[in-house]
């Protein structure tokens, strides 16, 4: 019991800056609140804070011993809630992962209606086109972007939020004074801008309404692991692209970009939020992924 408090005086006095804000925030005096910290250094045998007339600062270890934990005060606090029926609420940092692209353009957008809901919880956005282990690198929730069908890990728990799919277009003014395409063999005679993310590399796959099937090994003008670059070339008169819906939608429905080949489609995708197996999860985690299959009930890019 003495080293929780130590530990929730000291992570008081990294939040608020100074002992004298802490002491306010716990209703402790500042002298109290100071020697709890200095405790807590005595009890692990290594400095925590660097002290100064005029400001404090986390030491190396400190910084990395702070981030476990405030940790551990959100989960003994959502513990606490959760045992409690009248006090079940979310609340604590909320360590989310998701595609650059797709967060950027259709999340973004959200956390601030989230937050306006769910007061209590703090926002942590780690925003990569990277596979995060989310166990690993400590993340409570992913969003994830997969060919339709493929399974996440086993370790982990998969919500559905939408579907999207896959386009091939290119800019009006290219396609205008381009070698005219009339089947997917055919964009081996152009200019094209690659995700270099893409599963299946420089190979294109397409279907119809037949059930037919087709790939284009393709020669990228541009390779990138941006969408928004991708996007940004095609708009540009540079080449054809192929890329989600959720990206280019807009582009399509205001002419500046044209679909090619609409009989034969792209793969389809999934979006889906991604959590790791819990029995008992937690109410921070579960405000969002309920707030997310609300938020996409009817996605933007349709």
Not at 107 to 133: C, M, N, Y
Not at 143 to 152: C, F, K, Q, T, Y
Not at 174 to 197: E, N
Not at 222 to 246: E, K
């Amino acid at each position: 019991m003495d080293q929780l408090r130590q530990i929730e005086a000291f992570v008081a006095v990294v939040q608020a800056g100074s002992y004298v804000k802490a002491a306010e925030r716990l209703a402790l005096s500042k002298a109290v609140v100071s020697r709890l910290v200095l405790e807590l250094e005595a009890r692990l045998a290594t400095r925590l804070l660097n002290r100064t007339t005029r400001r404090l600062s986390l030491t190396d270890t400190g910084a990395a011993y702070f981030e476990r934990c405030r940790q551990l005060l959100d989960d003994l606090a959502e513990a606490n809630a959760a045992a409690s029926a009248t006090t079940a609420s979310a609340r604590g940092r909320l360590k989310l992962n998701a595609p650059l692209s797709f967060g950027n353009l259709h999340l973004a957008p959200l956390w601030g209606e989230f937050l306006k809901l769910h007061p209590q919880v703090e926002l942590d956005i780690t925003l990569s086109d990277r596979v995060v282990d989310l166990v690993e690198e400590g993340f409570d929730l992913a969003v994830r972007i997969s060919r339709a069908g493929r399974l996440p890990s086993s370790t982990l728990v998969a919500r559905p939020l939408a579907s999207d799919r896959i386009v091939l277009c290119a800019s009006p003014a290219y396609l205008r004074d381009a070698p005219p395409i009339g089947q997917p063999q055919d964009l081996t005679q152009h200019r094209v801008m690659a995700y270099s993310w893409w599963s299946g590399g420089d190979v294109w796959t397409f279907s119809d309404a037949e059930g037919r099937s087709a790939s284009v090994t393709t020669q990228p003008r541009l390779r990138t692991n941006s969408g928004d670059t991708c996007r940004a070339a095609a708009l540009a008169d540079q080449g054809v692209i192929y890329q989600p819906a959720f990206l280019v939608g807009a582009d399509l429905r205001a002419g500046r970009l044209v679909e090619i080949l609409p009989q034969w489609q792209g793969p389809r995708l999934d979006i889906q939020a991604l959590y790791p197996s819990r029995s008992h999860l937690s109410a921070k985690v579960r405000a969002m992924v309920d707030f997310l299959v609300q938020a996409f009930q009817q996605p933007g890019w349709r």
